[in-house]
């Protein structure tokens, strides 16, 4: 049973930081692309960030240089370092993992509020 657990979340102020992690399991981790996603209310579900098996990584233009992804295979985890957060980051955010169809995995989501 393939399991993706997000974690981490919170309130925080804006210009405040989090860490997101997500615990994966019944997946052979390291072959898998990781990514994080999220979804503001009223809006579409929109990638932040990828990162592949091969470790190269991806992040939407309105997070990069303030978000980081990485990724530990011995431990089958993937984070998401989140600093200089903005009101507009507000969102759930998911993890999710890919290795071609229909091996596509996600996770509950994790709530990120940032607020003053």
């Known amino acids: 049973q393939v399991q993706l657990v997000e974690s981490g979340g919170g309130l925080v102020q804006p210009g405040g930081s989090l860490r997101l992690s997500c615990a994966t399991s019944g997946i052979i981790f390291n072959i898998y692309h990781m990514g994080w996603y999220r979804q503001a209310p009223g809006k579409q579900r929109e990638l932040v960030a990828q990162i592949t098996s091969g470790v190269s990584t991806t992040y939407a233009e309105s997070v990069k240089g303030r978000f980081t992804i990485s990724r530990y295979n011995a431990k089958n985890t993937v984070y998401l370092q989140m600093n200089s957060l903005k009101p507009e980051d507000t969102a759930v955010y998911y993890c999710?993992?890919?290795?071609?169809?229909?091996?596509?995995?996600w996770g509950q989501g994790t709530q990120v509020t940032v607020s003053s």
């Open positions: 999710n993992a890919v290795y071609g169809k229909p091996y596509n995995y």
